[in-house]
C-alpha cells in the first residue's frame, strides 16, 4: 500500500542498509487501538492488483467459510479507497446537522454495497407486500399476516401525507404501474422510475427495519404493562403574587 518492504526477523536485514525510501510512503495514516487507515500510499499499484489477484485466486479455492471472510476483507481492504470529506458551515449548530447527514449517507452507502440496493420512498416495502400469500395460516396468523402488508404500505403513505398530498391516493397510484420501480419523488411531485432518479434505499436498512419493527412489535404484544414518563406539571405564579 505505501511502497515499502517488510522486515522479518528471519531475513536478517541489517538495519544500517535500511533507508527512508525502504519504509514506503502515504500522505496520512491514522492509527488506532483498532485500526490503522492509509490515505494516499504511495505504493506501485500493479504490484496491489497483482496481491489482489494472487488473494482472490486463494479465495476460489478455499473451503473454510473463516478464511473466505477473512480473504475477503483483505481484498476489500486492498482495493477499496479512502475519501476524506472536510464539513463546514457558518454556525456550529449547522455544521453538527451537515456532519449528521454526511455521517448517515456513509453508513447508508456502506450497507448499499455489502448488500445492494432497493428502490426508494416506500417502493420496495409496498411492492413486495403485494407479492405475499397466505395459505395455510390460523385465524391469529392470518390477523398477523394483515398486520404486515399494510405496515408495508405505511412508509410510502407517511412520505405522501408529509408533502401535503393523500397517501392512499399515492399508494394506489403507484400500485397501477407494473413496474416495480416506479414511485412518488415527493421533492418534485411527480411519478418516476425511482432508481434512474436516484431515489433508493440500501437492502439493509430495509431488511433491518422491518425486521426491528418486528421485533418491538412482538415484545410490546408480550408485555403485560408499560412504564413512561408523564411530562411534570408547570405550575406558574401569577404575575401579580411577586409585586408590592
Request: glycine share 8%; proline share 2%; aromatic share 4%.
Amino acid at each position: 500500500m505505501t511502497g515499502g518492504r517488510a522486515f522479518f526477523e528471519d531475513l536478517a536485514t541489517p538495519l544500517d542498509t535500511i533507508t527512508l525510501k525502504d519504509l514506503g510512503r502515504a500522505k496520512k495514516i491514522k492509527v488506532d487501538k483498532d485500526n490503522t487507515t492509509i490515505i494516499e500510499g504511495a505504493g506501485n499499484k500493479t504490484e496491489i492488483k497483482n496481491r489482489i489477484a494472487t488473494i482472490q485466486r486463494e479465495l476460489e479455492k478455499s473451503t473454510s467459510d473463516y478464511d473466505r471472510e477473512k480473504l475477503s476483507e483483505r481484498i476489500a481492504k486492498l482495493s477499496g479507497g479512502v475519501a476524506k470529506i472536510n464539513v463546514g458551515a457558518a454556525t456550529e449548530s449547522e455544521m453538527k446537522e451537515k456532519k449528521a447527514r454526511v455521517e448517515d449517507a456513509m453508513h447508508a452507502t456502506r450497507a448499499a454495497v455489502q448488500e445492494g440496493i432497493l428502490p426508494g420512498g416506500g417502493v420496495a416495502l409496498l411492492r413486495s407486500s403485494q407479492g405475499l400469500k397466505a395459505k395455510g395460516l390460523t385465524e391469529d396468523e392470518a390477523t398477523g399476516y394483515d398486520i404486515v402488508v399494510r405496515a408495508c404500505s405505511a412508509p410510502i403513505v407517511q412520505i405522501s401525507t408529509n408533502a401535503g398530498q393523500d397517501g392512499a391516493v399515492i399508494r394506489s397510484k403507484v400500485l397501477e404501474e407494473k413496474e416495480n420501480s416506479y414511485g412518488y419523488d415527493a421533492r418534485n411531485d411527480k411519478y418516476v422510475d425511482m432508481v434512474k432518479a436516484g431515489i433508493i434505499d440500501p437492502t439493509k436498512v430495509v431488511r433491518s427495519a422491518l425486521q426491528n419493527a418486528a421485533s418491538v412489535s412482538t415484545l410490546l404484544l408480550t408485555s403485560d404493562a408499560l412504564i413512561a414518563d408523564l411530562p411534570a406539571k408547570d405550575e406558574k405564579k401569577a404575575g401579580g403574587d411577586d409585586m408590592y
